[in-house]
């Protein structure tokens, strides 16, 4: 018959022997996060949230040194550069674009990897002459090279949750140029020009535009819960999931199958 003190021992030496055999496999069940869809990077694992869900802010992990932020995104096929390219604007693009790529859907339709997209921060709009234009952005439908602009996003004029936005909408813009289909789809379908974001209805005087209403739905789809566009102080556009019911089912199937934020 075995002490106690000879039992407990054992148990300690199973207890360890257990945790030795998790701790060398733990590189696979990080892998496994990704399937739950908490995205991996090559910047790294992004934590789930406090609620078990993914992060929706992914600032977490961001780095704080400019290379390794650049390296990341090269990976996945975006490229950071220009002469307001800095470690909070590069931050923000980490932040945004790791939110996009928890959908798998929105990566094979933005295919930025086989195809990459230049990010390009710069101060100044050139058809506006050397003043700059803070926070706003635009997005090329030429070919190649593939590249967004974003102007005067250095400084107070540019808050970070209207930067992610931006960046999440002119990225939009390049989600309809490789597929016509879907917007073609959505406009004929699920658009609904009430939708009270700027770009839907103001923008360039009097709209709706649904050009820019399509990349606005998708932007306003990833950051509904914190930000209803131009509204200040920032406030939550919870109707994205009543009145814009369309249009958010839409996004979610169509743009990024099926993954919620
Ligand atoms: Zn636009």
């Known amino acids: 018959m075995p002490t106690k003190s000879y039992v407990r021992t054992t148990r300690l030496l199973l207890v360890l022997i257990i945790f030795f055999f998790l701790s060398s496999f733990f590189p696979y069940f990080t892998f496994s996060q990704t399937s739950s869809n908490c995205i991996e990077t090559s910047i790294g694992t992004i934590p789930k949230d406090a609620s078990g869900g993914c992060s929706q802010q992914c600032d977490i992990q961001a780095p704080n040194d400019l290379q390794t932020i650049k390296t990341g995104l090269l990976a996945d096929g975006i490229i950071i ?73 250095q400084g107070s004029a540019c808050a970070t949750y209207r930067l992610d936005f931006l960046i999440a909408h002119e990225l939009g813009h390049q989600i309809r140029f490789k597929n016509p289909d879907i917007y073609n789809k959505w406009y004929s379908t699920a658009y609904n020009p009430s939708f009270p974001t700027w770009n839907c209805q103001k923008d360039y005087g009097p709209g709706p535009w649904p050009e820019e209403c399509f990349p606005d739905m998708i932007a306003e789809y990833v950051f509904y819960k914190k930000w209803e566009m131009f509204t200040e102080p920032p406030q939550p556009f919870l109707e994205m999931k009543t009145t814009y019911l369309t249009m958010y089912t839409f996004t979610r199937d169509n743009i990024f199958g099926g993954t919620e934020y």
Do not use: M
Not at 98 to 122: M, T, W
Not at 129 to 138: I, M, R
């Open 81 to 153: 550069t220009g002469d307001e390219l800095d470690i909070p604007n590069a931050t923000e693009v980490y932040n945004t674009w790791c939110l996009l790529k928890k959908s798998s859907k929105y990566l094979q339709l933005l295919g930025a990897k086989s195809d990459p997209i230049e990010v390009r921060f710069k101060h100044t709009y050139e058809s506006q002459g050397s003043h700059a234009f803070p926070c706003a952005g635009f997005s090329s439908a030429v070919i190649k090279p593939r590249f967004i602009e974003l102007y005067g996003a």
